[in-house]
């Protein structure tokens, strides 16, 4: 099952269409009270990240079912122009720490680097936590049929953070924060993705688990 897609930005009528197409998906998934209030939790997570982006990027939001497997969509387009990306190019110098502000503040800030120069914003965040949980050299298994190509998943980043957190004080701060996160405590899995000049972000959940 598939929803429609929608924009999402931070117009209120926007956010009120989301919660609506939520609630009207785990309904078709005949999802239980307890399932669909989760699914609206990761939903909202994922809006609020959106909001914060907003001046960066719009996307579109839509769903994907499969018997009790939900999949959250945000699939992103920016129209930021060369003094947007030296602005933000500059604030990632002056070596503010992304964790510091929440993992979905990290994961947006990592989704809004990769779009505007992967390589180089990797390289200005090589010192903070964003390099864990990158995926280097992505299978071919790891490829959706859609031509969804991973470059950081939230099970990679649990495993190095907690491969890495006794020896340092950064991945353990990051721990930390993984830790309070909702979304890293309700989604099995995180996939932040390029399709094309797109970037994907897709929130893995099994009801059935």
């Keep these: 099952m598939v929803s429609d897609k929608f924009m999402v930005n931070s117009d209120a009528g926007r956010m009120a269409a989301a919660r609506y197409a939520t ?26 990240m959106v909001k914060a982006m907003v001046e ?7 769903f994907v079912g499969d018997a009790s497997r939900c999949e959250i ?22 070596g503010k720490n992304a964790l510091t502000k929440g993992f979905m ?11 505007h120069g992967f390589g180089n914003m990797m390289d200005t965040y090589g010192r903070d936590t964003m390099h864990y949980g990158i995926v280097h050299s992505p299978g071919v298994n790891m490829v959706s049929p859609d031509g969804l190509v991973p470059i950081w998943t939230l099970q990679s980043y649990r495993a190095d953070l907690d491969r890495e957190r006794s020896a340092d004080g950064v991945a353990e701060a990051a721990w930390d924060e993984l830790e309070k996160s909702i979304v890293a405590r309700l989604a099995d899995d995180v996939i932040v993705g ?8 897709v929130i893995i959940k099994d009801f059935g688990r």
């Design 105 to 115: 503040a990290m994961l947006g800030e990592f989704i809004s680097g990769a779009m």
């Design 23 to 48: 609630e009207n998906f785990a309904w078709q998934m005949k999802l239980d009270k307890h399932s669909a209030l989760r699914l609206d939790l990761l939903v909202e997570e994922t809006l609020g």
């Design 56 to 62: 960066d990027f719009y996307g579109q939001l839509w």
């Design 73 to 94: 969509h945000l699939e992103a387009t920016t129209d930021m122009d060369a003094d947007k990306k030296q602005e933000l190019l500059s604030v990632s110098k002056t």
């Design 194 to 201: 390029v399709k094309g000049d797109r970037i994907e972000l």
